[in-house]
């Protein structure tokens, strides 16, 4: 996952909103149109989902509430152990803010990085803490985000819900995240590693592009080495409460889609533990694709395709993964909303400099 980032006189609410956003925002409509009003109909009815939610007892409503607080809570938990020293509300405001730009602009994954950056140079983070707090936090929540399928298909596997394919599937996921681990280690182990990693990657880019035509000029190599540097003391102190942050944060979105699985089934069904957390991974995948925001319609596709091949009734799947995308976007939505306006009336209240 890449970093940009902004300058830090900037203002987060000055970014331009250009040709590619545009293109974006038809191609993101164009995408929820077609899974909503085409593919969802398909295997579920929006009348049952509905009736499903209708029946919830005031019981699971409760413990959805209570969910939905703690994802809240903990989302700013990863930025913390990154930025040491940085207190919770500033940690809470920019990734609320952030969230909100990114997940809800198309194509707006690399606006909130630099909104991210501009917030923390406004609490007093300097360029090189701020690159390393966001650089870390986009690293593990990739790599956590990779991993979860692999810990999902060897709990079907210990289950007995696993085929050949699937195995396959599995092994390959456990070395591509051993590699990627691997590699990541070794940038960390040393700079002239790090600068070795850089001009390997220089050479099979310029490769690639000499295949296509292209021209490449930037040396991967000095900017691997910047990046280790700034965030090697941090990783190397921090790096358990780093991945265990990432992870609860992940978790905790996971606890409100199963939450909502128990609820339309009233404490019991067809789907296990293992099978949910199977169609939460993999649905999460989905996040990856830039278009639409924050895996919007295509997250939510692969998880209710996913839990109706599990065997969960088709209304009442769609039911259980709508009131998942409903209570972890929309208030933290509406939160970044309220982040992004109070952040901009304190800078409104910051003497101006000299």
Do not use: C
Request: aromatic share 10%.
């Amino acid at each position: 996952m890449t970093t940009e980032a902004s300058q830090p006189q900037e203002s987060p609410g000055k970014k331009g909103f250009g040709k590619r956003q545009i293109i974006a925002t038809v191609v993101t409509l164009g995408v929820l149109v077609l899974v909503f009003a085409v593919v969802f109909p398909q295997f579920a009815n929006y009348k049952d989902a509905w009736n499903a939610i209708q029946n919830m007892s005031t019981g699971w409503i409760i413990a959805l509430i209570v969910a939905t607080v703690v994802v809240i809570v903990v989302y700013a938990f990863p930025f913390q152990a990154a930025l040491p020293g940085l207190k919770y509300w500033p940690a809470f405001k920019t990734r609320q803010t952030s969230f909100m730009i990114s997940n809800t602009i198309p194509a707006g994954g690399a606006i909130g990085l630099g909104v991210q950056y501009g917030m923390l140079n406004s609490y007093g983070y300097g360029p090189a803490p701020a690159t390393a707090t966001i650089g870390i936090t986009s690293v593990w929540n990739t790599f956590i985000t990779l991993t979860l399928p692999v810990i999902a298909l060897l709990g079907l596997a210990i289950i007995g819900e696993i085929n050949s394919t699937a195995a396959l599937v599995t092994l390959i996921g456990v070395v591509a995240v051993a590699v990627g681990i691997g590699v990541f280690a070794l940038l960390l182990r040393s700079e002239d590693a790090a600068r070795r990693l850089g001009q390997w990657a220089d050479k099979a880019i310029g490769w690639a592009a000499g295949l296509i035509g292209k021209e490449v000029n930037f040396d991967l190599a000095q900017g691997l080495v910047d990046f280790r540097a700034s965030i090697v003391d941090v990783v190397s102190q921090r790096w358990g409460l780093i991945t265990a942050t990432n992870l609860l944060q992940q978790l905790a979105q996971f606890s409100v889609l199963f939450i909502a699985i128990l609820a339309i089934q009233g404490g019991t069904g067809t789907v296990s533990l293992p099978e949910a957390f199977a169609a939460f991974a993999f649905g999460r995948l989905a996040t990856f694709i830039p278009i639409p925001p924050g895996g919007l319609g295509t997250t939510d596709a692969i998880m209710t395709g996913a839990l109706t091949g599990f065997g969960m009734a088709s209304g009442d799947a769609l039911a259980a993964v709508l009131i998942w995308r409903a209570l972890t976007y929309f208030p933290q939505v509406f939160i970044g909303v309220g982040t992004l306006l109070a952040w901009q009336r304190d800078q409104r209240k910051k003497p101006a400099p000299a």
